[in-house]
């Protein structure tokens, strides 16, 4: 059986992530300025215009800066999630299992290898981004693979309201992991315990309250269910 997935190469949020939206910050300040410098605020050839309308000069100095680092960030954080958008290959036979990750073919066989599942927070608090980026990792005896789900596959799948939500359907690496899984020596043969979907909404045992079924078409009977 194969089954084609996606994952992130890096992890959503991490240091490469934090990095790359810090240059495109620079480079919208440099911008910012140089544009200040061409229409000729600091010129003072043209510094009486300026005198005469303080209220504008000061609107685009303020101002200017702000929107193009919003407009840098936010077009950097699109273009970002999808740099480190890939594909992969898993295909199981009946003993072994060939994964095609990252350029690499990695032959695991049964009962050889672990399937685990979890979720990145940031910060002390646990704060996390949309979806919380989430991480499969797969150990044998020697190796150990971390694969994480893909942020734009997700962003493709769901509307905004449903990301404020932190609503995401089943992606094409969950599904892959649960086939996976079956040749694992994992204990639990099915990831899906812990986390389950009823249409777009995840449910995390333990975790999710009767507040995800808020504004959706579902509803919980309390008084019928442990009838």
């Not at 300040?29 to 005469?52: A, E, P, R, Y």
Request: charged share 20%.
């Amino acid at each position: 059986m194969t089954y084609n997935f996606r994952y992130n190469k890096f992890l959503q949020g991490g240091i490469l992530n934090i990095i790359f939206l810090g240059l495109l910050c620079m480079a919208s300040i440099g911008i910012s300025m140089l544009i200040l410098k061409l229409i000729g605020i600091s010129n003072t050839k043209v510094s009486i215009f300026w005198d005469n309308n303080p209220n504008i000069a000061l609107i685009l100095v303020l101002l200017l800066p702000l929107i193009l680092l919003a407009l840098f960030i936010i077009t950097g954080s699109i273009l970002y999630r999808q740099l480190i958008d890939s594909k992969g290959v898993l295909n199981i036979f009946n003993n072994c299992a060939i994964l095609h990750y990252k350029g690499k073919e990695i032959t695991l066989e049964k009962g050889e290898f672990s399937v685990s599942y979890g979720k990145v927070h940031f910060g002390r608090n646990e704060i996390s981004n949309f979806l919380y980026p989430v991480v499969y990792v797969i150990k044998t005896k020697n190796e150990k693979f971390k694969i994480y789900k893909s942020v734009q596959e997700a962003y493709e799948l769901t509307t905004f309201r449903q990301r404020m939500k932190k609503l995401c359907p089943e992606l094409s690496l969950d599904i892959a992991m649960n086939a996976l899984i079956k040749l694992s020596n994992t204990k639990n043969k099915k990831i899906k315990n812990e986390i389950s979907y009823i249409g777009n909404i995840e449910i995390v045992l333990n975790i999710s309250t009767l507040d995800v079924f808020e504004n959706t078409n579902y509803f919980v009977d309390i008084e019928n269910a442990f009838c």
